[in-house]
Nanobody, 123 residues
Framework: QVQVAESGGGLVQAGGSLRLSCAASERIFNNYAIGWFRQAPGSEREFVAYVTWSGANTFYAHAVKGRFTISRDNAKNTVYLQMNSLKPEDTAVYYC????????????????WGQGTQVTVTS
């Protein structure tokens, strides 16, 4: 059962910005750290960033650190990914889900992904 829905992707020129949204079920939002992942054509899905359940801690992949910011709005059960200074290599389908903080992969208790949201950055 899919418990997340991503939105906010689009087409943007290099150097531009986008804000992605992740609407999560109450079960996920209230109990798990949430991560953003991305998958480019021909590549495996990779970790981008996470925010802990409390919102007190965040962590970023080296490739996006300093450009992307993850945050959560507890009133809306939503996690955001603000993406600035976008590069063509950021082009991918972006996904959110509960995350295992040790492995930085999908949490063991979940197996389904949402449809993701496409981000395309042109040079």
């Amino acid at each position: 059962q899919v418990q997340v829905a991503e939105s906010g992707g689009g087409l943007v020129q290099a150097g531009g910005s986008l804000r992605l949204s992740c609407a999560a079920s109450e079960r996920i939002f209230n109990n798990y750290a949430i991560g953003w992942f991305r998958q480019a054509p021909g590549s495996e899905r990779e970790f981008v960033a996470y925010v802990t359940w409390s919102g007190a801690n965040t962590f970023y992949a080296h490739a996006v650190k300093g450009r992307f910011t993850i945050s959560r709005d507890n009133a809306k059960n939503t996690v955001y990914l603000q993406m600035n200074s976008l590069k063509p290599e950021d082009t991918a389908v972006y996904y959110c889900n509960a995350i295992n903080l040790s492995t930085r992969r999908l949490h063991d208790e979940f197996q389904y992904w949402g449809q993701g949201t496409q981000v395309t950055v042109t040079s």
